[in-house]
T-cell receptor
Framework: KNEVEQSPQNLTAQEGEFITINCSYS?????LHWLQQHPGGGIVSLFM???GKKKHGRLIATINIQEKHSSLHITASHPRDSAVYICAVRSRDDKIIFGKGTRLHILP | GAVVSQHPSRVICKSGTSVKIECRSL??????MFWYRQFPKQSLMLMATSNEGSKATYEQGVEKDKFLINHASLTLSTLTVTSAHPEDSSFYIC????????????FGSGTRLTVV
């Protein structure tokens, strides 16, 4: 079992829909990152969380440390949001562990 | 915010040649940089950890003589793929630990290497 699990693996939705991507982890962490990987491969760091909730534009990220779970939400989704979203955690022994990613496709 | 600039973003090289990938921290000092590799539809996997001024620590299964990492300054780390083979074709990403923020990491935008 992977130490960082994301769901769903693939998600197709219509433009305008509210999107939720989940990340569960089994190790103790000091921080969690959400990354966006575009089709060309380039990676953009969206959020770094150690507790609570962060918001940036249409993106919201939450983390529940007790439940070892984080969610990434996209409101009013748009085709340009189509990408792979990756959850990564920094473990207590200072390693970054990546999830396999969620491939999101937003249809116009 | 802290930015890591990674170059080149794409490179195509012939088998047997060497390719250098650079990661520069633009507005902070990166005492530690990490290099990752991603095969198609796979997770990013840590290859090695480099600390400024010392030898890199390689993960199990990563050939240190093939993937040369140099972290000669607090703002620059390089990964050189030596004698490249088609199976080295992959996506390589660097990450730096932010020295001013306890838990922060920032990521380069990645380099897609194709060996022909």
């Amino acid at each position: 079992k992977n130490e960082v699990e994301q769901s769903p693996q693939n998600l197709t939705a219509q433009e305008g829909e509210f999107i939720t991507i989940n990340c569960s982890y089994s190790v103790g962490i000091s921080a969690l990152h959400w990354l966006q990987q575009h089709p060309g491969g380039g990676i953009v760091s969206l959020f770094m969380l150690s507790s609570g909730k962060k918001k940036h534009g249409r993106l919201i990220a939450t983390i529940n440390i007790q439940e070892k779970h984080s969610s990434l939400h996209i409101t009013a989704s748009h085709p340009r949001d189509s990408a792979v979203y990756i959850c990564a955690v920094r473990s207590r022994d200072d390693k970054i562990i990546f999830g396999k990613g969620t491939r999101l496709h937003i249809l116009p | 915010g802290a930015v890591v600039s990674q170059h080149p973003s794409r490179v195509i090289c012939k088998s047997g040649t060497s390719v250098k990938i650079e990661c520069r921290s633009l507005d902070f000092q990166a005492t530690t940089m990490f290099w990752y590799r991603q095969f198609p539809k796979q997770s990013l996997m840590l290859m090695a950890t480099s600390n400024e001024g010392s030898k890199a620590t390689y993960e199990q299964g990563v050939e240190k003589d093939k993937f040369l990492i140099n972290h000669a300054s607090l703002t620059l780390s390089t990964l050189t793929v030596t004698s490249a083979h088609p199976e080295d074709s992959s996506f390589y990403i660097c990450s730096a630990r932010l020295s001013v923020e306890l838990y922060g990491y920032t990521f380069g935008s990645g380099t897609r290497l194709t060996v022909v």
